[in-house]
């Protein structure tokens, strides 16, 4: 089966949406510096102020432009999402292959240690994890990853068990073909539209587990994050602040939205049977 | 009895025969069989002292040596001891002598008879060919091509010789009469020491107890008629055994590949022989027996391949194979038969080493297979079942076909494209770039298994196996590829394990047979035989349901 990625997603309504948002929160993220003319670390006495010309969204208790928080934050957000994707679906790639390649005790070993993962309550472990070791960006990053690799991996071992049966892979193997040829000319390229919804699923997950640790003040509180922005927000609640509350949140929702657009549309593209109106293989 | 011993004959510089050591014992018939150009002709008549050539070595009749005697003592000898029916029917007469004449004259010139004795011998010859007596008062022109030959072998026996040479004596003749002939020939061969001459191996067949393949003045093989037009063991026999049409043969003509170079060092077939190896091309082969008969080849004729014994491969409880024993020669072509379900992909996979038996050893050029490495995937090569499968949907028809030199590491980028063009060419696909960066999903099924084979191929392996390769396509495009697949068996060399459910096909390409039923072959043997006379009944079952037209 050949996929058109591109067309896929040009014909799908969501899909444009999702593309059409991400785009627009990442050039914000991609342009902050330009679209402020404040930092937003610059604590000023102009304190809890309400929006006004200077300050479009108004400044926090510190007297921090709070639009410029907002649009760094969405940097944050986006290498966090960026970061825990790459890192989730690597480790992933390298367990889940490496399980189904090379069978026998260690394959074992694997899967049992997935289903631990899987059986323990992935937030409170989280939670627990994250509130011992106080995490900066890189730890959260590598904390985040290790908590999701074990769904992604049992996939791709399922799906690499699969492919190791299809006949152009025997094929390879009738060439004279190594595990690590196969592997990375054959097995990690079939895995493409696998590799590319769990990275969607994981980027998704990422952003909004990242603004819920920071919410929660677990993370780094130096760290701009929507999740700071909004738990300071909702402490000067009664000033009824909401240009402070909502854009934060409004950020957050567009971004979560974005990734789940473009996961269901990949999700479309590569099940036919899902098109709505349309007979599988249209 | 008739002895040659290191005859050599030259015209100029061509030497057409070379080093040539044969005897003949009394009552025995030989036939020197070979294409035209071996030098057949000229043996025969360098036995008869008639070569205009440059002669050396010895011809030795009854202990005399032929060739040391002066001219008027070879006279003596000829159509006394040794006679010949010339090959050219029409310029062996005199035109202007009635037939009778000519039988006589040889009689007469030696003074044996008196002209009315002479007379009476000749129609009592006439009589025993099988010619009326009113045929003897008649010219050549007057007779019949069966009539002339028939006159021709009268003149052959008048001084009763003890050799006889006969030179193509049945080349122009119809079926029929060549039959007659045939009949004819095999009395007067009685008690006689007999060379014939022929490149028509069902004449040799017939009348020969002894065959010699001539092939540029040297003997390839020599032994037994039956067992080397039946079970031809020197390649180059094996290409005139397959160019050969008979009724028994099921599989398609094939023919020997190219022609061979006149002056070359080593073995005479060693250019276009499939199976040379370096030192082919330098050391002359010498004629050693091998068994009953005796083979002039370094590697003791047609080597064997690929030798499977006592394989077992069992499925979680499910036994897919019970015991196969298989082996393939080097350029032939061995069809696995069965139903589905009796373990034939089964065996493929266990031949690439795709599935590992649980039992049983495999042997390739004589090695036992332990472990499946780069250099056994060389030469081995398999053509999967479903080409719409084992062809990566991510890769172009390029990258398809340069797979296999790029995993081997053979030759650089430019080397890799000139060798997958030529194999695309070889399988009558397209080497233009436009097709070359299509897309497995744009080609059609019969383009597909064609790239499928072009991929196989490109590593150029000594063994194909084909597992069903054409089961996915109509007529007309299987009988386009498996041409192709014999075409390049016959200039290549391939060995092909064909496995098929269709025995219709399989009677069509291939030279042995393997029916396999439930993970066991039932009945092996010669395709001539398993479809003209299946002995297991289930063989008879299979080739009853196979497609035919017939309304029995």
Redesign the interface.
């Known amino acids: 089966?050949?996929i058109n990625y591109v067309r896929g997603f040009k014909e799908n309504r969501l899909g444009r949406l999702g593309i059409i948002f991400l785009a627009l929160i990442l050039s914000i993220a991609f342009l902050a510096p330009v679209l402020t003319a404040y930092s937003p670390r610059q604590v000023s006495e102009n304190i809890l102020q309400p929006p006004s010309q200077k300050h479009w969204l108004g400044t926090n208790d510190l007297g921090q432009d709070i639009w410029s928080r907002v649009i760094f934050g969405a940097r944050t957000s986006f290498i966090t999402a960026l970061s825990v994707g790459i890192l989730t679906v690597t480790l992933a790639v390298f367990i889940g292959c490496s399980a189904a390649l090379l069978r026998g005790i260690y394959e074992r070993f694997v899967l049992r240690l997935i289903d631990i993962f899987l059986i323990i309550p992935n937030i409170l472990l989280l939670l627990l994890t994250a509130a011992y070791l106080r995490p900066g960006p890189v730890t959260m990053v590598i904390v985040l990853s290790i908590f999701n690799w074990p769904g992604c991996a049992r996939i791709i071992r399922a799906q690499t068990l699969t492919l190791q049966e299809?006949?152009?892979i025997?094929?390879?193997?009738?060439?004279?073909?190594g595990t690590f040829?196969i592997l990375v000319k054959?097995i990690i390229?079939?895995l493409g539209p696998i590799l590319a919804s769990s990275f969607i699923a994981h980027a998704r997950r990422a952003v909004f587990m990242e603004a819920g640790l920071a919410f929660l003040g677990i993370s780094d509180p130096l760290l701009i994050s929507w999740g700071t922005i909004i738990n300071r927000a909702l402490q000067y609640s009664y000033l009824n602040n909401w240009y402070w509350l909502l854009p934060p949140a409004l950020g957050l929702s567009l971004t979560v939205m974005a990734f789940s657009f473009l996961g269901y549309t990949l999700e479309e593209i590569l099940n036919p049977r899902l098109k709505v109106g349309k007979n599988a293989g249209d | 009895m008739l002895e040659i011993k290191d005859l050599t004959i030259t015209y100029g510089r061509n030497t057409v025969i070379k080093e040539l050591n044969l005897t003949v014992p009394k009552g025995d018939v030989l036939a020197v069989i070979g294409e035209s150009g071996a030098g057949k002709t000229t043996l025969a008549l360098s036995l008869m002292g008639l070569c205009p050539g440059n002669v050396e070595g010895q011809i030795i009749y009854q202990g005399v040596d032929f060739l040391s005697l002066p001219e008027p003592q070879r006279r003596l000898l000829r159509w006394n001891k040794v006679s010949m029916v010339f090959q050219d029917l029409n310029r062996s007469f005199n035109p202007v002598m009635t037939v009778l004449e000519q039988i006589m004259e040889p009689m007469l010139e030696h003074e044996l008879l008196s002209r009315k004795e002479a007379q009476k011998k000749a129609y009592y010859l006439l009589n025993k060919v099988g010619l009326a007596p009113v045929k003897g008062q008649m010219y050549p022109h007057q007779l019949s091509g069966g009539e002339k030959q028939r006159a021709l072998i009268a003149m052959a026996l008048t001084n009763d010789p003890e050799v006889l040479i006969l030179d193509e004596p049945t080349a122009a003749l119809d079926g029929l009469t060549k039959a007659k002939i045939c009949e004819l020939l095999k009395e007067v061969f009685s008690e006689k020491t007999v060379v014939l001459v022929t490149h028509d191996l069902s004449t040799a067949y017939q009348l020969a107890n002894r065959v010699a393949v001539l092939y540029q003045g040297r003997i390839m093989e020599l032994g037994l008629t039956k067992d080397i037009l039946k079970n031809p063991r020197h390649p180059y026999t094996r290409g005139l055994v397959r160019s050969f049409p008979t009724l028994d043969a099921t599989k398609d003509l094939q023919g020997i590949p190219g022609f061979g170079i006149e002056k070359q060092e080593g073995c005479v077939f060693a250019n276009i022989c499939t199976q040379r190896i370096a030192d082919c091309t330098k050391i002359i082969p010498k004629l050693e027996k091998r068994g009953e008969r005796e083979i002039a080849c370094l590697r003791g004729g047609v080597v064997n391949l690929l030798k499977v014994e006592d394989l077992t491969k069992v499925y979680s409880g499910v036994t897919a194979l019970k015991g196969v024993s298989l082996d393939i020669e080097e350029g032939e072509t061995v069809a696995v038969v069965g139903e589905s379900g009796s373990g034939k992909t089964t065996l493929a996979l266990c031949l690439?080493?795709?599935e590992k038996a649980n039992q049983g050893s495999i042997y390739f050029q004589g090695e036992k297979i332990v472990k499946w490495?780069?250099e056994?995937?060389?030469k081995v090569?398999?053509i999967?079942?479903?080409p719409q499968?084992?062809?990566?949907?991510?890769l172009n028809v390029l990258e398809t076909v340069c797979?296999?030199l790029v995993?081997?590491k053979l030759g650089t980028p430019e080397e890799r494209i000139h060798k997958a063009k030529k194999a695309l060419r070889d399988v009558e696909l397209p080497d233009e770039d436009e097709f070359l960066n299509r897309?497995a999903?744009h080609l059609s099924g019969g383009e597909l298994q064609r790239l499928?084979i072009a991929?196989a191929l490109v590593?150029e392996p000594k063994l194909l196996i084909a597992d069903e390769p054409t089961s996915a396509l109509d007529a007309s495009i299987q009988a386009k590829i498996m041409r192709l697949i014999m075409d390049l068996q016959e200039k290549r060399g391939l060995s092909i394990l064909f496995i098929t459910h269709d025995l219709a096909l399989a009677r069509k390409v291939s030279d042995r047979v393997f029916v396999l039923k439930d993970g066991q072959v039932v009945e092996r043997g010669l395709s001539t035989q398993i479809f003209s006379l299946p002995q297991h009944p289930y063989t008879r079952k299979l080739l009853q349901a196979t497609a035919n037209f017939s309304d029995f």
């Open positions: 089966m050949h299809k006949s152009h025997k094929a390879a193997k009738t060439f004279g073909a040829y054959h390229p079939d | 690439m080493g795709l490495n780069k056994f995937y060389q090569q398999m999967f079942q479903n499968d084992c062809i990566s949907h991510r797979e296999p995993i081997q897309y999903h499928a991929r590593l």
